[in-house]
């Protein structure tokens, strides 16, 4: 007995086709996922450009801060790493040590330097979890909305049966496989953001951890530049 199936077979499915025979409200439901689907993507794809050109400008900038003799040397060095998040909390220490020194000629309050630095660092998370709230819901909702397309799919196919009277598997088979695709559709949007939802989240953490480091070592160096 001959159990292979010909490609051909596999082939002759137009889904497009079958998406068409879905009726107003599958198309609809496939509509909608397709628009998850495509602003996903966009979200995916800009941050990890972001992330990429991030964690390059990181290194960068961390060995040119490391290297400096002061902060004035840094300040300088730092307009040429801007993609950098830690450039940003270097820049709001910086600008609380020149108040400083401006209104009593040296660091005369750690406390308000060290908030200066966290808000630095909660401005760049900021700007770095954007639009992850959107990968978050796509995860959680495109397969619901898929299955309802299923669901309202499988509706319809049962009150056509009830009229037609038939119940043969190839009368149902048909509706049933044309229902499916709004349940594929909708993992095929979901599965690619729960992934990249969770691998940026990680990264995300790794890069606040790096700029509460780099506060410490902001610490360090002010410490050094303007110590009694």
Excluded at 40 to 53: L, M, P, Q, Y
Excluded at 110 to 131: F, H, M, P, V, Y
Aim: net charge positive; charged share 20%; hydrophobic share 45%.
């Amino acid at each position: 007995m001959n159990f292979h199936v010909p490609l051909a077979l596999f082939l002759q499915v137009n889904l497009w086709d079958m998406a068409q025979q879905s009726g107003p409200v599958g198309m609809l439901v496939l509509g909608v996922l397709l628009c998850f689907s495509i602003y996903s993507w966009t979200v995916i794809f800009a941050k990890w450009r972001t992330f990429r050109g991030g964690r390059r400008a990181n290194a960068r900038f961390l060995r040119a801060f490391r290297k400096a003799n002061g902060l004035e040397a840094v300040m300088v060095a730092s307009e040429q790493y801007r993609p950098s998040p830690l450039v940003t909390v270097f820049d709001f220490g910086y600008e609380e040590i020149e108040r400083q020194v401006k209104a009593r000629g040296k660091v005369t309050n750690r406390t308000s330097l060290e908030r200066s630095l966290q808000l630095g660092i909660s401005e760049e998370l900021a700007k770095l979890e954007r639009n992850m709230n959107w990968l978050a819901t796509t995860a959680s909702v495109s397969p619901f909305i898929g299955l309802l397309g299923t669901v309202m799919g499988i509706i319809r196919e049962f009150q056509e049966l009830s009229q037609t009277g038939s119940t043969s598997l190839r009368t149902v088979g048909p509706g049933i496989g044309e229902a499916l695709i709004a349940t594929a559709v909708g993992l095929f949007a979901a599965i690619p953001a729960a992934i990249f939802y969770n691998l940026f989240g990680n990264t995300i953490r790794e890069v606040g951890a790096r700029m509460d480091d780099f506060a410490l070592e902001f610490l360090n160096l002010t410490e050094r530049s303007f110590g009694d």
